[in-house]
């Protein structure tokens, strides 16, 4: 357990060790015993060995820089600038880093990184007009906003005088970037009267800390989003631009007409000093609301036009766009241009993936990884108990009395996790549970007033009975909890009596909040420092809890929606992120058909940031890259939802070269099960009848040299489930058919056979059938298909 001394020791190290040769074992631990001395009571054998590991652990944490597509005249103007180029806002925000405890290869990769984004930005000093347009591709709570903290700082230190920052669509996402803006790269609390302070320094924080001298004019705080007439009142601070000018705000139509407004009369009152400084927009979360939806070249959404007139304003202006799913930034035409407010969009100058550190807890490791062939998903449980509760599909007037089980469970498992890390030593740290079952308001309070009155009872019982010792178990509610930890958390610490003493002070802070547009409820998270308790939240929400929002410490998660587009689910995912020192007690509670399709997206995103990279290799541009990802299967789910905004049909080519397609979902009505096995009897009988080849191996039986029409007629009758969307046989037969001559005339067809088990002859042909169970679930709720795990149906061969 890390006490207070032993993390001013592990910091202090750590500062030594920065861009330091690699110590060995002996080494590490002499310097550390080195500088204990410094930190009385002085650390003792034991604690000195926790710190050295720690280290270990963090020096093995790795980051790739990730893949670089250029657009085409690209030159390089950085590395000649470097020399009259003074650090200042960069320098401080690394050791702001450093102090934050992150993995030293991380920052490394974060200031390798910022400085091949920054290269292909527009050279500030460069006299003449441009317009750079560019996207970051990062995960889901990876770190994106400290990717752009650190681009921020950089390009103010090389010349950018106005930085303009469009966060989400949600004011608690608004402040909550501002916040980490302030601490990044202002170094003061921006909510602050900083010029009626005594030598300005009471309110310095962050990156303050390490030099005060300067500080960046902020037009907005993390109470006020920007305003005109804040806004000329506060021109004094401005003046020559001797510091650059910050701007955090909201992508809202209303924001951001007020802010072209006032740059707009600045210029019309004779002041072209702004709009000729060299502009840097930085959208966060810029496939939301950023894009133009209404398709038609005469036709721009309220938003998108609004961007593309503020960078219009601009002789020199640059676009980033930061995302984590980036399938709809890419649908942008590259080619389209409006008379008024001119080009879309589209990343013609650089697109730049960023690679997650190996310690990232994502989509990967959760819903590949985490999920076996055989066993169960270590993360990951099932919600099958809300449809008679809580129905996914619920209207605005409908009532709920109760809460699932399941939703019960996760509350005893939140509580056990909290308990768990105060038991570990982190009592200081905040620890959340979401809960996003609703995008319904009314809904949602109504699930706050129940989650809290299960909590209360938990509470209640915990106050009255958890001192008593083995007899508390007489209690229900203590109980339940004992039993969730038998199930949840016997193997993370095996001694119950010492989670019951400690369940009292776990529990008894436990807030239940509502996070929407309508709630006065405030998650509030203070620096974090030993001494001192730190928050427990359970926030309820919908769409305010589904982009950007960072909740701290999140250990537990009930997920209940039902949407299957890409981005959406993705972003929904404030479970991904960080999770040192306690992803062994995080558990997510979501539906079946929820697990699939996010092992499905899960596989496209790795497959989207493997794309990238060869057409890095390959030396392509953003549009060559485009065209890939637009003929990417899983593009599908993009544009379903895009053609719904338009009401006209869209066509897109998939491509199906070089990928692996497989039925994720197969129907179970009696007449497609009936019509499929026909089909199959007839391919096989084919196969067998007409003297191809046919060797026996591991598999099963393999026919090779089979004709392309045999293969077509069984493609053309089967009866494809409406949810398995990569396998639709009219798409894949016409790719087929365009190659029946050449490349695909014969083909290898595997009849699939275990090698022990019941054999069945029911297809013309002695095999050992793989075994699929339907969940009774999916009957009782009309589900007319079922998948296997990871949304996948065959076995791996």
């Given at each position: 357990m890390m006490?207070?001394n032993s993390e001013n020791v592990?910091?202090?190290?750590?500062s030594?060790?920065?861009n330091?040769?690699?110590k060995t074992?002996a080494?590490?631990?002499e310097?550390?015993k080195?500088?204990?001395?410094?930190?009385?009571?002085?650390?003792n054998?034991q604690e000195i060995?926790e710190?050295?590991r720690?280290?270990?652990?963090q020096?093995?944490i790795k980051?790739g820089?990730?893949a670089i597509?250029?657009?085409?005249?690209?030159?390089?103007?950085?590395?000649?600038?470097?020399?009259?180029?003074?650090?200042?806002?960069w320098?401080?925000?690394?050791?702001?880093?450093?102090?934050n405890?992150?993995?030293e290869?991380v920052?490394r990769t974060?200031d390798?990184v910022?400085?091949?984004?920054l290269s292909?930005l527009?050279n500030p000093?460069?006299?003449?007009?441009?317009?750079?347009r560019?996207m970051v591709?990062g995960h889901?709570q990876?770190g994106?906003?400290?990717?752009?903290?650190?681009?921020?700082c950089?390009?103010?230190?090389?010349?950018y005088?106005l930085?303009?920052?469009?966060?989400?669509i949600?004011?608690?996402?608004?402040?909550q970037t501002?916040?980490?803006?302030?601490?990044?790269?202002?170094?003061f609390?921006?909510?602050?009267?900083w010029?009626?302070?005594?030598?300005?320094?009471k309110?310095?924080i962050?990156s303050?800390?390490?030099g005060?001298d300067?500080r960046?004019v902020?037009l907005?705080?993390?109470i006020?989003d920007?305003?005109k007439n804040?806004?000329d009142?506060d021109?004094?601070?401005?003046g020559d631009?001797v510091?650059?000018?910050?701007?955090?705000i909201?992508k809202?139509?209303r924001?951001l007409?007020?802010?072209?407004?006032?740059l707009?009369?600045?210029s019309?009152?004779?002041?072209?000093?702004?709009i000729e400084?060299?502009?840097?927009?930085?959208?966060?979360?810029?496939?939301?609301a950023?894009?133009?939806?209404?398709y038609?070249k005469k036709l721009v959404?309220t938003?998108?036009g609004q961007?593309r007139?503020?960078?219009?304003l601009?002789?020199r202006s640059c676009y980033?766009?930061?995302?984590?799913t980036?399938?709809?930034n890419?649908?942008i035409?590259?080619?389209?241009?409006?008379?008024?407010?001119?080009e879309?969009?589209?990343?013609?100058?650089?697109i730049?993936?960023?690679d997650a550190p190996d310690?990232?807890?994502?989509?990967?490791k959760?819903?590949?990884n985490?999920?076996p062939d055989?066993?169960e998903p270590?993360?990951?449980?099932p919600?099958?108990?809300?449809?008679d509760?809580?129905?996914i599909?619920h209207?605005?007037d409908f009532?709920?009395n109760?809460i699932p089980?399941s939703?019960?469970?996760a509350?005893?498992?939140?509580?056990?996790?909290?308990?768990?890390?105060?038991?570990?030593?982190e009592?200081h740290?905040h620890?959340?549970m979401?809960?996003?079952?609703?995008?319904?308001n009314?809904?949602?309070?109504?699930?706050r007033?129940r989650?809290?009155?299960?909590?209360?009872?938990?509470k209640?019982?915990?106050?009255?009975h958890?001192?008593?010792?083995t007899?508390?178990?007489n209690?229900?509610e203590?109980?339940a909890?004992?039993?969730?930890?038998?199930?949840?958390?016997a193997d993370?610490e095996?001694d119950w009596?010492?989670i019951?003493?400690q369940?009292h002070d776990?529990i008894?802070?436990?807030?239940?909040v509502?996070?929407?547009?309508?709630?006065s409820?405030?998650?509030?998270y203070?620096k974090?420092?030993?001494?001192?308790?730190?928050k427990?939240?359970i926030?309820?929400?919908?769409y305010?809890l589904?982009?950007g929002l960072?909740l701290?410490?999140?250990?537990?998660?009930w997920?209940l929606r039902?949407?299957m587009?890409?981005?959406?689910l993705?972003?929904?995912?404030r479970?991904f992120?960080?999770?040192?020192?306690?992803?062994d007690?995080c558990?997510?509670?979501m539906?079946d058909?929820?697990i699939?399709?996010y092992?499905?997206i899960?596989?496209a995103?790795?497959?989207?940031?493997?794309?990238?990279?060869?057409?890095e290799k390959?030396k392509a541009?953003?549009k060559?890259?485009g065209?890939?990802?637009r003929s990417?299967?899983?593009?599908?789910?993009?544009?379903?939802?895009?053609k719904?905004?338009?009401?006209q049909?869209v066509?897109?080519?998939?491509g199906?070269s070089?990928?692996?397609?497989?039925t994720?979902?197969?129907?179970?009505?009696?007449?497609?099960i009936?019509q499929?096995k026909?089909?199959a009897?007839e391919l096989i009988?084919?196969?067998?009848?007409n003297n191809?080849h046919?060797?026996?191996c591991?598999?099963?039986?393999?026919i090779?040299?089979v004709n392309?029409?045999?293969?077509?007629?069984?493609?053309?009758?089967w009866?494809?489930?409406?949810?398995?969307?990569?396998?639709?046989?009219?798409p894949?037969?016409a790719?087929l058919?365009h190659?029946k001559d050449d490349?695909?005339?014969e083909?290898?067809?595997?009849?699939?056979s275990l090698?022990?088990g019941?054999v069945d002859?029911?297809?013309?042909?002695?095999?050992?059938?793989?075994q699929?169970?339907?969940?009774?679930?999916?009957?009782?709720?009309?589900?007319?298909s079922?998948?296997g795990?990871?949304m996948?149906?065959a076995?791996?061969?």
């Open positions: 006490t207070s592990k910091s202090t190290v750590l030594v060790l920065f330091s040769p690699r074992e080494e590490l631990r310097l550390i080195a500088i204990v001395p410094l930190y009385p009571p002085i650390l054998e060995e710190v050295a720690e280290i270990e652990f020096q093995g980051a820089l990730g597509v250029d657009g085409e005249g690209f030159e390089p103007w950085l590395d000649n600038a470097k020399a009259s180029i003074t650090p200042y806002y320098s401080r925000y690394e050791k702001l880093l450093l102090q405890n992150l993995p290869d920052i974060t390798k910022t400085d091949t984004i292909r527009g000093h460069l006299e003449k007009q441009w317009d750079r560019g591709v889901v990876s994106k906003t400290a990717n752009y903290t650190g681009l921020i950089k390009a103010a230190d090389a010349g005088r930085i303009i920052v469009i966060a989400g949600h004011t608690n996402l608004r402040n501002q916040e980490r803006i302030d601490e990044g790269f202002i170094g609390d921006s909510g602050k009267e010029g009626r302070m005594v030598g300005g320094r309110y310095v962050g303050g800390n390490f005060a300067r960046p902020t907005t705080t993390r006020h920007f305003n804040r806004a009142s021109r004094s601070q401005i631009y510091e650059p000018v910050v701007l955090v909201k809202n139509h924001t007409q007020n802010l072209l407004d006032w707009k009369d600045n019309a009152s004779g002041d072209q000093q702004m400084q060299p502009m840097l927009l930085i959208d966060d979360e810029a496939d939301n950023s894009i133009n939806t209404k038609g959404t938003i998108n961007i007139d503020l960078l219009k601009f002789h980033v766009a930061y995302t984590a980036p399938f709809a890419i649908f035409d590259p080619d389209q241009e409006h008379e008024m407010h001119g879309d969009l589209f990343p013609a100058d650089f730049i993936g960023l310690n990232y807890f994502g989509a990967t959760v819903f590949i985490g999920i055989e066993g270590q993360w990951l449980r919600i099958q108990d809300n449809e509760i809580l129905p599909n209207k605005q009532i709920l109760g089980n939703l019960t469970k509350v005893r498992s939140f509580i056990l996790a909290r308990t768990i890390r105060n038991l570990r030593g009592e740290k620890c959340s979401l809960i996003n079952a609703s995008w319904r009314p809904i949602q309070k109504q699930i007033n989650v809290h009155d299960a909590v209360e009872r938990i209640n019982s915990v106050r009255l958890s001192s008593l010792g007899a508390a178990l209690d229900p203590i109980f909890l004992k039993q969730v930890w038998e199930e949840e958390y993370n095996p009596s010492k019951q003493t369940l776990s008894a802070a436990t807030s239940v509502i996070v929407n547009k309508d709630s409820d405030a998650l509030e203070p974090e420092k030993r001494g001192s308790k730190g427990s939240y926030a309820v929400g919908g305010a589904s982009r960072t701290e410490g999140l250990t537990t998660t997920f039902n949407t587009m890409y981005d959406t993705m972003q929904m995912g479970w992120g960080y999770r040192t020192g306690y992803e007690l558990r997510i509670w539906p058909e929820a699939d399709w092992s499905f899960a596989n995103t790795n497959e989207l940031h493997e794309e990238l990279k060869d057409m390959s541009t953003p060559q890259f065209l890939a990802v990417h299967p899983a593009s599908l789910l993009v544009t379903a939802r895009n719904m905004g338009s009401g049909k066509t897109s080519l998939i199906l070089n990928q692996f397609i497989e994720s979902k197969v129907t179970i009505t009696a007449k497609s009936e499929n026909l089909l009897r009988g084919k196969c067998l009848n191809f046919q060797e026996p591991k598999w099963g039986l393999l090779r040299g392309f029409d045999v293969v077509d007629a069984f493609l053309a009758g009866d494809n489930a409406e949810q398995s969307i990569l396998t639709d046989t009219a894949v037969r790719y058919r190659r490349e695909l005339s083909w290898d067809v595997l009849i699939v090698n022990k019941t002859e029911s297809l013309g042909v002695e095999i050992v059938p793989i699929r169970y339907v969940c009774l679930d999916d009957l009782k709720h009309n589900f007319m079922f998948s795990k990871k996948r149906v076995r791996a061969c």
